[in-house]
């Protein structure tokens, strides 16, 4: 019988860690400045500062990222090693594993941190500062025929034809199925097109290593197919929400141009999804960029449910908070959206009400000090079945129906309309998602919005009440002079942001926490642009019990992409 996560109540323990020395600004009560109040310079308020500590935990071989940050109950720390490379550039398997032999939130708060990779070895391999990195698989591993095309091997529905072979896990949930923690299944979502998810039976040995049994790739033929899995959790009722990261949701328009091959997805990856499918008839758009909930997952065939209600747009990921009800989505890429949902039933994602963030940012330009004031603008309410009613009437189009300097698909005069004059119906917030909230008057200049993720259990009790969010890149939109983003261009290699979650699950408030360091585009005598003691392209978060902070970076910036801990209570 399936084992729901437990709920620990988080205690504040005060740590001290590594090394780096950052500056932290916020109020004791989760709010800006101390009484959660603004400074009369538009500051953080009363000049409040905390010491905050910054420590490198690991590194990766050359030319991967670290993706899939996913923390147990049991402190078990699940990441992956995407797309690895050789010195010479090649391309080698990636890896879906875990740290063993280690219990994180027993870190030793004296330790120094890893140092950067030096030797060539170094740079091959996975490096941590405490326990060891079990490979649960390589991409290609077929787990005694479990999976005969391969680990991360992309196939048609019915798993007779590999497509092509991903080297791009992302998303890891770990779903218990014993009271212990010691047993359960491991999802990984590929980050491809079209996208796939695979099952791996883990049981944990009195070694502390896992073994693998029984292994599956979930079956999205139902709900159409996706493309590009990204980052994604495991909702409080214990099933993995995939995230589609449809990264040109906006650009609908080139969805039936058969010249559109640099795009992401292209044509070609539209053509794949339709291999995948058996279809002879391309595609909807509209079937894909939504964030999808993986049903029954510790059945023989767990169930995909694409929720439709949280918005068409390019999902990294959305985490629950305790009501069950308030959902927080981001959307990567550049002049992007963030997104709040509010389900009309606590526990069901098939029904509610989406909301875009407006931003009012303090009266300074400095990446390490603006804050942001956020409102959120209604966009719409609705349900799956609805929605899809909306998505099956652009059914049919095809490559024939294409016009250069037109669109096949909704047209940006009727999205003005229905903001401006409240014509038609919502299907406008549902399927052209980016777009509508333009219309409507949210902010559209976020750049790189990856992984946001909250403490479940420390938000649950207020004991850690925080939300953070990945801000890859401080740029585009960002730092121009424009809009209600207007930052300068100091924080190119990125950062770390922090809501302070209210009493009924609202966020009004956004400060940056962690700032990555100096930018050289010639880099440095190891070819490192970002300053390797700080932060680079910041992506995937896990937040632990005590409020520190798993940063997982995506970085061509770091020779060897690193694991960071951050601890915002310092000395």
Not at 184 to 196: I, Q, V
Not at 257 to 269: E, F, I, K, L
Not at 294 to 313: A, E, N
Not at 550 to 560: A, C, L, Q, Y
Request: hydrophobic share 35%; proline share 4%; with cysteine.
């Amino acid at each position: 019988m399936l084992n729901l996560r437990k709920r620990k109540i988080a205690a504040l323990i005060s740590v001290i860690l590594g090394s780096s020395m950052l500056t932290a600004c916020g109020g004791d009560d989760g709010s800006n400045g101390a009484n959660g109040s603004h400074g009369a310079d538009g500051t953080n308020g009363s000049n409040l500062t905390v010491a905050a500590k910054l420590t490198r935990i690991a590194t990766v071989p050359v030319g991967a990222e670290i993706t899939g940050l996913f923390l147990t109950d049991n402190d078990e720390l699940f990441f992956n090693v995407q797309h690895p490379a050789d010195l010479s550039g090649n391309e080698t398997p990636a890896q879906v594993g875990v740290v063993t032999g280690f219990d994180w939130s027993k870190f030793d708060p004296m330790a120094e941190e890893l140092s950067v990779p030096a030797t060539d070895e170094e740079k091959l391999t996975v490096r941590l500062i405490a326990g060891h990195y079990q490979i649960i698989g390589k991409a290609g591993d077929t787990f005694d025929n479990n999976l005969p095309q391969g680990l991360g091997s992309i196939t048609t529905a019915d798993s007779a034809t590999a497509i092509k072979q991903s080297q791009d896990p992302d998303f890891n949930a770990f779903v218990p199925t014993s009271a212990n923690g010691d047993a359960g299944y491991l999802f990984t979502a590929w980050e491809d097109r079209p996208g796939a998810m695979s099952r791996i039976e883990l049981t944990k040995e009195d070694s502390g290593n896992w073994l693998t049994g029984d292994a599956i790739n979930i079956d999205f033929s139902a709900v159409l197919g996706t493309i590009i899995n990204c980052f994604g959790t495991l909702s409080p009722w214990n099933t993995p929400l995939t995230s589609e990261e449809n990264y040109e949701a906006e650009n609908t328009e080139q969805w039936n141009n058969t010249a559109y091959v640099d795009g992401y997805p292209s044509y070609p990856d539209v053509k794949n999804l339709q291999t995948y499918l058996g279809s002879s008839t391309l595609p909807n758009p509209y079937d894909y960029g939504y964030i999808v909930e993986i049903t029954d997952p510790t059945s023989t065939s767990p169930t995909p449910v694409k929720h439709f209600t949280l918005g068409r747009v390019a999902h990294e990921n959305s985490v629950v908070m305790p009501d069950w009800k308030t959902v927080y989505t981001t959307d990567d890429g550049s002049n992007k959206a963030f997104y709040k949902f509010v389900a009309t039933t606590a526990g069901d994602l098939s029904a509610g009400t989406l909301f875009a963030a407006k931003l009012t940012q303090d009266a300074t330009s400095d990446p390490a000090k603006a804050g942001f004031d956020i409102q959120w603008i209604k966009l719409g309410s609705s349900n799956n079945t609805e929605i899809k009613t909306w998505i099956n009437s652009y059914n049919g189009i095809t490559e024939a129906d294409y016009i250069e300097g037109e669109t096949s698909y909704i047209a940006q005069s009727e999205i003005d309309d229905w903001a401006t004059n409240g014509t038609g119906d919502d299907r406008y917030a549902f399927l052209e998602t980016l777009r509508a909230a333009k219309a409507k008057g949210a902010t559209t200049e976020f750049r790189k919005m990856e992984g946001v993720v909250i403490n479940y259990d420390g938000v649950a009790s207020g004991a850690v009440p925080y939300m953070y969010v990945a801000m890859s890149s401080v740029g585009k939109g960002m730092v121009d002079e424009e809009g209600d983003i207007q930052l300068d261009s100091s924080a190119y290699c990125g950062a770390v942001y922090r809501f302070g979650v209210q009493t009924d699950f609202n966020v009004n408030r956004m400060e940056s926490v962690v700032v990555g360091g100096a930018y050289n585009a010639n880099g440095d005598e190891n070819g490192n642009k970002c300053d390797v003691n700080a932060i680079s392209n910041p992506d995937n978060l896990a937040v632990m019990d005590d409020g520190r902070v798993f940063i997982g970076e995506d970085t061509s910036k770091h020779v060897n992409n690193a694991l960071w801990i951050y601890n915002p209570k310092g000395e």
